[in-house]
Nanobody, 118 residues
Framework: QVQLVESGGGLVQPGGSLRLSCAASGFTFSSYTMSWYRQAPGKERELVAELTSAGTSTNYADSVKGRFTISRDNAENAVYLQMNNLKPEDTAVYYC???????????WGQGTQVTVSS
C-alpha cells in the first residue's frame, strides 16, 4: 500500500523554525522525485521545493529560497523540509508529493498544518 505520512507541523512564532518529515512506504522511494507543496486558505496549491530521486538537484519557490531546505534519506525512505525564518505568509497545509521519474505516476500525503503567528 502506497503511503506518504507527513509530520512536524505546528504553531510557531515569526522568525522561528520547523522541520517537516514525510515517511514513505509501499513503493521504491529512490525512483521518485519528492516534493513539498503547500496550500493556504483560499489559494491554490503551490510547489515549495522539489528534490530529484538521487538528491542531486533541487528547485525552490522564490518565496522560500534561502530559508527552506529540502533533503531526503533514501535509506530511511524519508524526505524532509527544514524551514527557517518563518513568516506569517508561510502559514498553510504542507503536503508531501512523490512522482515516479519515468512513468510520472504520483501521489500525495494527507498534509500537515503549519501556522506562523505571534
Amino acid at each position: 500500500q502506497v503511503q506518504l505520512v507527513e509530520s512536524g507541523g505546528g504553531l510557531v512564532q515569526p522568525g522561528g523554525s520547523l522541520r517537516l518529515s514525510c515517511a514513505a512506504s509501499g513503493f521504491t522511494f529512490s525512483s521518485y522525485t519528492m516534493s513539498w507543496y503547500r496550500q493556504a486558505p483560499g489559494k491554490e496549491r503551490e510547489l515549495v521545493a522539489e528534490l530529484t530521486s538521487a538528491g542531486t538537484s533541487t528547485n525552490y519557490a522564490d518565496s522560500v529560497k534561502g530559508r527552506f531546505t529540502i533533503s531526503r534519506d533514501n535509506a530511511e525512505n524519508a524526505v524532509y523540509l527544514q524551514m527557517n525564518n518563518l513568516k506569517p505568509e508561510d502559514t498553510a497545509v504542507y503536503y508531501c508529493n512523490a512522482v515516479h521519474v519515468i512513468s510520472k505516476f504520483g501521489f500525495w500525503g494527507q498534509g500537515t498544518q503549519v501556522t506562523v503567528s505571534s
